[in-house]
């Protein structure tokens, strides 16, 4: 399908999808038939929170976002409750979709600039990795690969997102596996709507959509909800259980990649775990 098309169903799943979520009810709409039959709001009740007209806002939800305004769009966020990573996904949509911004294809680095992993090599007691937008680490630091360790395939290549969905091992290592699913799903169709042309993140998601229905059924919800902090808990085969907080940051330096941070709370048990795996991993160098 063309990336154009692509995006304009985009659009108008996302809106079908939130506008089904909601009820009138909860936003506030007073004496609505108990028996209806629509899941949801109604295409003119959304039009009517938005202050538009049915016919507009029938047009943007088919994808037609010509000369759709950021303030009409801001209307329809409000009306449909969307949070600030929707919205922005939202935005990605209309954008690439409307002509506002062009459609480029995607050129990714594959490993980290020299600078940005001697900063990685320097931090020997926090593990870091830089990921791309096709969720690819590209670079890493030995305490990082060393917790990753699991999820490195034997070429030496880590994919988070084909580690949580077609390797069995990604269940025991991620002990919250269903929150890493959702996760996962979300980063990657909040990727898909900032580049849409991108043909290596979309050829991830048929493949994982046609190896995986856990995938599949998260990719149809249309969730975008991007977590950027947070607490993992890790099962590691070397040393046990692990429970680390995490920061998760964009490069502003180097679009499209992120640098994953961890952390141990002080004097815990995953504390001593990072420091034994830390004198593994200097005893193997």
């Not at 899941?39 to 007209?53: F, N």
């Not at 303030?71 to 969307?82: E, I, Q, Y």
């Not at 096709?134 to 070429?155: E, H, K, S, T």
């Not at 607490?231 to 070397?238: F, V």
Request: positive net charge.
């Amino acid at each position: 399908m063309h990336a154009k098309a692509q995006v304009r169903r985009q659009v108008r799943d996302f809106l079908t999808t939130r506008r089904a979520r909601l009820t009138p009810g909860e936003v506030g709409l007073p004496g609505v038939n108990a028996n209806r039959r629509v899941k949801g709001l109604r295409r003119e009740e959304v039009a009517a929170l938005a202050g538009i007209s049915v016919e507009y806002y029938i047009r943007l939800e088919r994808g037609d976002a010509r000369g759709v305004s950021e303030n009409v769009l801001h209307s329809v966020s409000r009306a449909l409750r969307l949070d600030e990573s929707e919205h922005a996904h939202l935005l990605d949509l209309v954008r690439s979709g409307g002509g506002i911004r062009p459609c480029r294809s995607v050129t990714r680095a594959a490993e980290p600039r020299p600078s940005m992993q001697r900063i990685l090599d320097s931090m020997t007691a926090t593990p870091a990795l830089i990921l791309d937008g096709r969720m690819d680490v590209i670079g890493a630091n030995a305490l990082g690969r060393a917790l990753y360790q699991p999820m490195y395939g034997a070429c030496g290549n880590a994919n988070t997102a084909r580690f949580v969905f077609t390797d069995p091992a990604a269940r025991t290592f991620w002990r919250d596996w269903e929150t890493i699913a959702d996760d996962t799903a979300n980063a990657l169709r909040a990727e898909t709507g900032s580049n849409p042309c991108d043909r290596a993140v979309t050829g991830l998601v048929d493949d994982l959509a046609a190896r995986s229905p856990e995938f599949a059924s998260r990719w149809a919800r249309h969730d975008v909800h991007v977590r950027s902090t947070g607490t993992r808990r890790i099962e590691h085969p070397l040393v046990g259980s692990l429970t680390l907080p995490f920061e998760s940051t964009p490069l502003v330096a180097d679009p499209g990649q992120t640098l994953l941070m961890y952390s141990a709370v002080a004097g815990s048990a995953s504390q001593d775990a990072l420091h034994l795996m830390a004198s593994w991993t200097t005893s193997r160098r």
